[in-house]
């Protein structure tokens, strides 16, 4: 199985050890993600510390305040590097009031672009700015893959899939309150489907009082592979071959 999204920088313990445990949990790849330049080379020296890791480089909307071509030229000197397979998480967010809506606007548009000019995957995250996230995606976006990471908007289900977009699951998909997600889930066709742990965030129901790490993908696998009526092995072979496409790792 695989981790498609999570950040091994703020997780506990070593790199070495969240690499160890997740190996032994059968998680044969994953993909830790940059908020920002510092921590997009973090997660770039750890992918090349490590085969089963690779790295994603980006600037969180959360992080966007200022925006501008200096942080846009580090990017782009960034995404250069051979072990990164993906741009992002880039998007929206007006859930905090962290970064003004323009400076956000600013560097997923620039994003974008580096998205389409290195020919690599744009990762998305999108929090109460559902309407606007995806409008700038559909005038921005076009012929791209778009990876929507812990998809959380169940009822746009049917535009994101209509757009051709990957829906990619975290551990709160789990939980109990969560039933129009996991309906979701059930319903997302077998080769758009990607799971995730967000780790340290978002553990899943089982482990739910510890603090995430990408081995603990593994009860969202099997919560997911219940929920669709498919084996453990099925699910995680599932989401191996669709994380190979999309990132070609």
């Known amino acids: 199985m695989i981790d498609s999204h999570t950040h091994l920088h703020l997780?506990?313990?070593?790199?070495?050890?969240?690499?160890a445990a997740a190996d032994a949990a059968g998680v044969?790849?994953?993909l830790t993600v940059g908020t920002?330049?510092?921590?997009s080379r973090v997660a770039l020296a750890a992918a090349e510390a490590f085969p089963q890791?690779?790295?994603?480089?980006?600037?969180?909307p959360n992080e966007a305040r200022g925006f501008d071509g200096a942080e846009e030229a580090e990017l782009k000197a960034l995404a250069a590097h051979e072990r990164c397979v993906a741009i992002g998480e880039t998007g929206l967010d007006f859930y905090r009031d962290l970064a003004p809506r323009a400076d956000q606007e600013r560097a997923f548009a620039a994003q974008i672009a580096l998205a389409r000019e290195t020919g690599k995957p744009l990762v998305i995250h999108t929090r109460a700015a559902e309407d606007a996230t995806l409008a700038q995606l559909a005038g921005e976006a076009d012929g791209l893959s778009v990876v929507i990471h812990c998809f959380s908007m169940p009822e746009r289900l049917d535009e994101c899939l209509e757009r051709g977009y990957e829906i990619s699951f975290a551990g709160n998909v789990t939980y109990k309150n969560a039933a129009d997600l996991a309906e979701a889930a059930r319903n997302v066709p077998e080769d758009r489907l990607l799971v995730e742990t967000d780790?340290?965030?978002?553990?899943?129901?089982?482990?739910r009082k510890e603090r995430n790490q990408p081995a603990f993908v593994a009860h969202t696998v099997a919560f997911l592979a219940e929920l669709r009526g498919v084996s453990v092995g099925e699910l995680g072979a599932m989401v191996e071959r669709n994380a190979a496409r999309i990132f070609s790792w």
């Open 11 to 19: 997780c506990e313990g070593s790199d070495a050890e969240l690499v």
């Open 36 to 39: 920002d330049g510092a921590s």
């Open 28 to 30: 044969t790849r994953m």
């Open 199 to 207: 780790a340290p965030y978002l553990t899943p129901q089982a482990v």
């Open 53 to 60: 890791v690779f790295a994603a480089v980006g600037c969180h």
